[in-house]
């Protein structure tokens, strides 16, 4: 299914919540995955996201490097696939070719889009002047993409120690100011 | 049901997955509720959390001034509550009255804790660099809280405009770098 170009003033809904994804960085013909869940919204338009990258992990030398990633979010569907990313790391493994995702050229970056993720998330980095001292990353979301079939996405939330929570069923409660 | 002392290395476990989090601020006698999930972790041990207070908020002022705020993270049973602080403003309302819960005294901070909320985390300012920015506070978590009746807590995460996600599923993946 081809992805559909996604309105940024609704970016803020995808990750407000709280989902994994996976960072896809690349270098030199060199692509990389990284699985993480340390990140909030910091603006809603244009969409400004601050996340944590250590320092130990092969993706922050690429990042901070090229100055933008795609961030992408995977559901329940492919949960082994976002839990082999995340416990190896891209210094020794090409991670699209060992976990049999599919690499896709972006618009605005030269990172690549995951396919098989239902949203994709290009972005530039921002504002490096908290990484020095917390590996926090202020990047800013240029274009976004969804797979216009996934009506209710099964996100994935981390508990700590390889537990995670599925997104669960969906409330409607009142929410204007008064 | 009396609280217990929860360790602090798992506290990331609470925050990772995103859920909506009620923070508490007090100040000259005066308390205020305040509604938010722009948070994100960002160190394990001890628990570093960033977050980011509108300076449209009343808690901004507070939090500027007293330095101290407590997380209170809420369960699906008071809903109602969550959205409700979160459409009002402490300029003109108390909260705790309005909405009838009800205050505790913390440990170490001077904000109370929301006995009806299944975890509380008692936060010091340790950063506020990226405040005038971007209205991002980082805070040090240095006590924390569980009511231990609360097995399966069924956090709220918002999806925006007054939709939210209740948490679902648990699932068990191997998480180790291998």
């Known amino acids: 299914m081809a992805k559909k170009s996604f309105p940024l003033s ?6 407000e ?3 994994v ?3 896809t960085t690349a270098r030199s013909g060199r692509q990389n995955i990284m699985t993480m869940s340390w990140h909030t919204m910091m603006e809603f338009e244009p969409p400004i996201v601050g996340c ?29 696939k976002v839990v082999g990313c995340g416990n190896t790391s891209g210094a020794n493994v090409d991670k ?3 976990f049999c ?6 618009d605005r970056v030269s990172a690549p889009l995951i396919e098989e993720c239902f949203e994709n998330l290009e972005c530039l980095v921002a ?14 979301v240029i274009k976004a993409w969804i797979d216009p079939a996934v009506k209710n996405p099964q996100t994935l939330h981390h508990l700590g120690s390889g537990n995670f929570m599925v997104a669960g069923e969906k409330i409607k409660l009142k929410s204007k100011m008064t």
């Open 127 to 140: 504002d490096t002047s908290m990484v020095s001292k917390y590996c926090f990353f202020v990047v800013e």
């Open 10 to 15: 609704k970016v803020y809904g995808l990750l």
């Open 96 to 98: 699209f070719e060992r």
């Open 101 to 106: 995702l599919t690499p896709k050229p972006a």
């Open 52 to 80: 944590v990258i250590s320092n130990r992990n092969h993706s922050f030398g690429l990042l901070k490097a090229t100055k933008e990633y795609i961030i992408n979010i995977p559901t329940v569907e492919i949960a082994e």
């Open 21 to 23: 994804f996976m960072v």
């Open 17 to 19: 919540p709280g989902p």
